[in-house]
């Protein structure tokens, strides 16, 4: 059991809304796991892509690859998208596969035991 800041104990806690954190949680929710949260030191998803939004901030890796295998995306606008473009597609990630209800934004993790 995880306990929140605010004294709710959770099964499970994820850590961070990137890529890995939204894989995660779909994973839950897809194996019938509902007692989680997903815990964001920022106010958005994204991770990375909602970090860095220097000029030219884009994907080395052809969009299509840069997906996951459950969400594909066919209209990336580019072979190499910028960041705009896939930080949008994470946050149509946690609305298609209803993840908003579990997660905490401008929530730090400081300590876990």
Do not use: K
Request: hydrophobic share 35%.
């Amino acid at each position: 059991m995880a306990e929140t800041s605010s004294g709710t104990h959770v099964r499970v806690a994820v850590v961070g809304s990137g890529f890995g954190g939204l894989g995660a949680a779909v994973r839950l929710r897809r194996e019938g796991v509902t007692d989680f949260v997903v815990l964001e030191r920022s106010g958005s998803v994204g991770g990375t892509w909602r970090d860095n939004t220097y000029p030219g901030c884009a994907c080395d890796v052809p969009s299509h690859l840069y997906s996951f295998s459950f969400a594909p995306n066919p209209e990336w606008p580019r072979t190499f998208s910028g960041q705009p473009h896939i930080r949008a597609y994470l946050e149509r990630v946690a609305d298609t596969f209803g993840l908003r209800p579990h997660l905490r934004f401008d929530s730090e993790v400081r300590r876990m035991r």
